[in-house]
């Protein structure tokens, strides 16, 4: 596993303390990424099993303050917050470990990993997500967000994903229903059924 330059770590832990100060960060993040992605990539919803009517498009929304606002109140469905907590739970333990310690940076790679497997997320789907990740992430970072230092990490991350055969590559596979049990805070846990 590739290591991050010492000025990306950098960037990006100033990056994420920037995105841990806002009140339910979690959510917010995942919920924009989740959104993009699903505006303008509405086939990705059948991929993560999410339906369409919860989720209110961004030109729906007026402004910053209150599409925040409106955003969790709208959004409903327990799946898709489940979702948006998780997934950025796993990006936060990725992020918490930056550093020499590659061993605990490749167990965090494999959980998340793991989801995507679970999800059935593709190779070719990885360049959709970083693009969510990146409107999410610059929309709330505006000025601050450093797009290079996140670059090198989620190559860092699709690149090891890719290499342990963790993404599925080809057509689209039927999923079975199951259940994935997912840490979303410090003491909760929560059982996620697809």
């Known amino acids: 596993m590739a ?13 994420w303390d920037k995105v841990r100060e806002m009140k339910n960060f979690h959510t917010v993040v995942g919920s924009l990424l989740f959104r993009h992605l699903f505006d303008t990539h509405p086939e990705m919803r059948t991929v993560f099993s ?7 498009s961004f030109e729906e929304q007026e402004t910053k303050e209150t ?18 907590d998780h997934f950025v739970e796993n990006l936060a333990k990725i992020i918490e470990v930056l550093g020499p310690d590659v061993d605990l940076i490749e167990e965090n790679v494999r959980e998340m990993g793991a989801m995507f497997a679970f999800f059935g997320v593709r190779k070719e789907h990885l360049p959709w997500v970083r693009e969510s990740l990146f ?9 601050h967000f450093n797009q290079t230092a996140w670059d090198e990490l989620y190559t860092m991350l699709s690149d090891e994903m890719e ?8 057509a689209a596979k039927q999923r079975r229903r199951n259940s ?4 979303v805070s410090q003491k909760n ?3 996620l059924t697809m």
């Open 50 to 56: 999410i339906p369409a009517a919860p989720i209110v």
């Open 163 to 170: 290499a342990k055969g963790m993404l599925i590559a080809g």
């Open 189 to 191: 846990y929560r059982r």
């Open 135 to 143: 409107f999410a992430l610059g929309y709330l970072l505006e000025k």
């Open 3 to 15: 290591n991050l330059s010492c000025d990306a770590t950098f960037k990006l832990i100033e990056n």
């Open 67 to 84: 599409e925040t606002t409106s955003m969790l109140i709208q959004m409903k469905d327990t799946g898709f917050l489940q979702l948006c």
């Open 180 to 183: 994935y049990t997912c840490r």
